[in-house]
């Protein structure tokens, strides 16, 4: 018996009927227009939401938490400095964030997405934005950010981390400040690249200057304006170009 014959009995895709691939074809561009509609409804919603920081973390803390107490007082001082403040929407940290900026002086902004669990939007949001597809809510974190500032979370939280690191690092998006609140959480991590990541040449020691750790929320927003003190928070043709072409 050769090695053909013992692949298991998959049906040929070109055996498939041609009104069942009709049907299939359809579906797919109507979602395409979804996915299209998406973009441009929560472009024309955000499009003058500026400037703003965009808040992650874990949805799964309680209002008791510190990490919720710590967030909720850094979306406070954003939004009293004139920020907007963007979260996902959701529960946990993300409501800490939407609640600090909702009872300051700042617009609260929720990108909330359609999950089978666990999203379910707050109730301190002047502007509330849901998605059914996590590219295109990632993409407008992205887009109206003039800095990233991440508590402590789970795999979505190191997703959009991640996510944001890359496209600043790889030149997609403009460098903005991208601030991690929690040094004892985030040291294994910060270990981990330099030990491995930085030392196996995976990525550049300057990459690391990508990221900052501050824990005390004044120093948070002290660090935001600190950063736009000599240049502005208007964004430069450059890096409106780059966002168009995210």
Not at 79 to 106: C, H, L, Q, R
Request: charged share 20%; aromatic share 10%.
């Amino acid at each position: 018996m050769s090695a053909k014959d013992k692949l298991p009995n998959i049906p040929d895709p070109w055996t498939v009927a041609p009104a069942q691939m009709a049907q299939s074809a359809a579906r797919e561009a109507w979602r395409v227009f979804g996915i299209m509609s998406e973009f441009v409804e929560a472009t024309e919603r955000l499009a003058n939401i500026q400037p703003a920081v965009s808040i992650f973390g874990s949805a799964r803390v309680a209002p008791d938490s510190a990490y919720y107490q710590l967030t909720e007082r850094i979306a406070r001082l954003l939004s009293d400095a004139g920020f907007t403040v963007i979260s996902g929407g959701g529960p946990g940290v993300m409501e800490a964030a939407n609640k600090g900026a909702y009872e300051g002086k700042g617009i609260s902004v929720g990108l909330n997405i359609q999950l089978p669990m666990e999203q379910q939007a707050n109730r301190y949001q002047d502007i509330s934005q849901t998605f059914r597809h996590f590219f295109a809510r990632k993409y407008m974190f992205v887009k109206i950010a003039t800095a990233y500032v991440v508590l402590p979370g789970g795999f979505g939280t190191l997703d959009e981390l991640l996510e944001a690191l890359t496209l600043i690092q790889t030149g997609k998006s403009p460098k903005i400040p991208l601030i991690l609140v929690g040094s004892e959480f985030w040291a294994g991590m910060l270990g981990w690249f330099r030990e491995r990541l930085v030392a196996e040449k995976m990525i550049h020691p300057d990459d690391m200057d990508l990221i900052s750790v501050i824990d005390d929320p004044e120093c948070v927003v002290a660090a935001i304006f600190n950063y736009y003190q000599s240049r502005g928070f208007n964004r430069l043709p450059l890096e409106h170009e780059l966002l168009l072409n995210l």
